[in-house]
């Protein structure tokens, strides 16, 4: 265990203490702390609703009452019902659970202090990262036995119909929200402004996730910009002054459902979300080891004092938003027209619209940059990262423990906020590691080697239809199987693809060429394959600038002294980072695979056929029968996914 991991501390003891113990919450100083029927109640009475609610009944020659009625039962669907006496047993019994399912739930304790320190004076708006439905039953018992304010959980409409637990989690604060509403003026009207009125109230901190789904990959996913859009709405408007992001970085060993998620990879559909299928889960889960959690809580930071220079909020009384709704009805539009009082808006308050537009991209991929910047790396990730560049050759347990020292080095050069290996325990924690690895890898004890497994039942599992996967899937069994075994590589392996993914794309380049590269040369072809691999990874801004992500390359290849910079700005490998090169190189090649696959298929279509339009989503089961027959073939190398 490394230094920076002794301050973290166990987030809550499952004990009959935290069923009794007296809760007294550090509340914001301005909140109403309205109840649960109160906030709906206001909600509904809102000037905004009562204009859609008039609007809608003229144009559909209702009644009032009637339109009434109908928001009052949306607003009834979504809204939580909050009751700490309720949640108290809710609470104690998710964390029973989670002792049983993880080895540790553990917590930085300099975060805690400083939520508690803003919890008076700000609004608090959480946003953990998302890679299990655990996440949605981890911060709230935190927060209860921290006495920080429960947070009111924005949940899919999936876990709304789920008996019992749907009900269950609204009682300890999840509200629920439709996955698509874009185009219901309706609903959207009445769910925006349910979460206006909350940010209004600030009783209880709001909770999302900002990426908007459970990464099936394991990496981060590209942030979403709906409920992060209607929290600062009110900060644009002044209706609020200020509240803190509090980004909140969430480490899993393995997540409890990576088995699903690798099939998801593989093209299996998504299981539909149900409180029988959720309680299998469970208990097929608690069957297995699922290793350590960590929830970092990054420093918060206010958007009062990180943006309010840039912007011109006095705008907002003077060209009030004020929808037009009877048009938007009528012209089926779903966006919100911002009307000033007896003239056009000015230009000046269209650009400080687009400004504001700006401000909530830049904060959401912030906040998913700072997620990814806290998370710890785990030794299963290592593993499975130097497993995957082995597989097909035996690997000694002492070399594989030696390879994963020797990789923990070079990611802490590299950035990684905490390698989780205590160096002088290395060897047993690696078998720890490899035991949540299996199957597919294994130690053979007798020849102390570890082995991937080379054989796998997984196209004649009686679960899995190959058919379903893609097209002609069936005439490829030994492929999926294959790939279903080195996907469970790839899902730990991606864990720790935040820490490289910038300087593996310029080991792509420096191992093409490795005595020499022009700086500006290996600058331009940088630019272009980041380009290309844009939606593969997150980086913490939202106009990432390719030059400066390269020169950072630059310098941490050369802080692991991996390259050197000549006064001719020639890049240059040395020997002593030839291995680090090539590692890093390796992690890139499956997915520059893939493209250049998907590429050829496309442009083969559009030979045969020059005058049809080929969608891209169209073109993906040829891609993947292109990408089963070389691989069937021997003509690809390695195989990540596809």
């Not at 299996?268 to 208990?283: C, D, F, N, Q």
Request: glycine share 4%.
């Amino acid at each position: 265990m490394s230094e920076q991991y002794s301050p973290y501390l166990l987030a809550y003891k499952p004990n009959l203490f935290l069923l009794l113990r007296s809760y007294k919450p550090s509340r914001y100083a301005h909140s109403h702390q309205l109840t649960a029927d109160q906030l709906l109640l206001s909600v509904l009475t809102s000037p905004r609703v009562q204009r859609l609610i008039l609007a809608i009944a003229a144009k559909e020659e209702v009644s009032v009452d009637e339109v009434t009625k109908a928001a009052r039962e949306v607003l009834t669907d979504i809204s939580h019902k909050l009751s700490i006496p309720f949640a108290r047993p809710v609470v104690y019994a998710v964390t029973k659970l989670g002792a049983h399912l993880f080895d540790s739930i553990t917590v930085n304790v300099e975060g805690l202090e400083k939520w508690k320190a803003l919890a008076e004076n700000v609004p608090l708006v959480f946003t953990p990262s998302h890679r299990s439905y655990a996440d949605f039953l981890l911060l709230s018992p935190f927060c209860f036995a921290h006495d920080v304010p429960v947070p009111l959980v924005v949940a899919g409409e999936d876990f709304k119909n789920m008996t019992f637990l749907g009900k269950w989690l609204r009682y300890c604060g999840a509200f629920y929200m439709q996955r698509s509403f874009t185009k219901d003026l309706f609903y959207k009207t009445i769910f925006s402004e349910y979460v206006h009125m909350i940010m209004e109230d600030s009783a209880n901190p709001v909770e999302f996730f900002i990426e908007g789904t459970r990464s099936r990959s394991g990496k981060a996913l590209h942030p979403k910009m709906g409920i992060i859009g209607y929290v600062f709405d009110q900060f644009f408007r002044g209706l609020i002054s200020d509240f803190a992001l509090c980004p909140i970085s969430i480490s899993y060993e393995r997540p409890l459902e990576e088995d699903s998620h690798v099939l998801s990879m593989l093209g299996v559909g998504k299981p539909k979300e149900a409180s029988t299928s959720m309680i299998r889960g469970i208990h097929n889960v608690l069957k297995k080891q699922n290793g350590r959690v960590h929830m970092h809580i990054v420093d918060p930071f206010c958007v009062h004092e990180a943006y309010s220079r840039r912007l011109k909020r006095m705008l907002h009384s003077q060209y009030p938003r004020v929808e037009n709704f009877a048009q938007m009805l009528a012209e089926g539009a779903s966006k919100s027209i911002p009307v000033a009082r007896g003239s056009r808006p000015e230009s000046a308050m269209e650009e400080e619209l687009r400004l504001e537009r700006d401000i909530v991209r830049e904060s959401s991929y912030k906040v998913v940059g700072l997620q990814q910047q806290y998370m710890l790396v785990y030794p299963r990730y290592m593993v499975a990262s130097i497993l995957l560049q082995t597989v097909g050759r035996l690997v000694t347990l002492a070399q594989l423990t030696r390879d994963v020292l020797w990789l923990k080095r070079y990611l802490l050069l590299l950035g990684a906020h905490d390698v989780v290996l205590d160096d002088q325990r290395a060897e047993e924690e690696v078998r720890q590691a490899i035991s949540l690895i299996q199957p597919p890898v294994f130690i053979d004890e007798d020849r102390q080697v570890v082995r991937v497994q080379e054989d796998v039942s997984f196209a004649t599992r009686p679960d899995i239809d190959l058919s379903v996967l893609c097209k002609n899937a069936k005439d490829y069994p030994v492929v999926f199987s294959r790939a279903a075994i080195e996907l469970q590589l790839v899902y730990p392996h991606n864990q720790l693809v935040h820490v490289i993914h910038d300087v593996s794309i310029l080991s792509v380049l420096l191992d093409i060429k490795p005595t020499s590269y022009r700086r500006d040369d290996a600058c331009s072809e940088f630019a272009i394959l980041a380009g290309v691999l844009r939606e593969e990874f997150v980086y913490g801004t939202s106009d990432a600038d390719p030059e400066q992500i390269f020169n950072e390359a630059v310098e941490r290849l050369v802080k692991c002294r991996a390259i050197t910079v000549s006064d001719s700005r020639q890049l240059s490998v040395t020997e002593e980072g030839d291995r680090l090169i090539k590692f890093l190189a390796k992690t890139v090649h499956p997915l520059l695979t893939t493209v250049w696959v998907f590429g050829m298929t496309v442009i083969n279509l559009s030979a045969s056929q020059p005058d049809a339009f080929f969608a891209a989503t169209a073109s993906i089961p040829e891609a993947q029968i292109e990408a089963c027959k070389l691989l069937a073939q021997g003509k690809m190398l390695q195989m990540c996914s596809f």
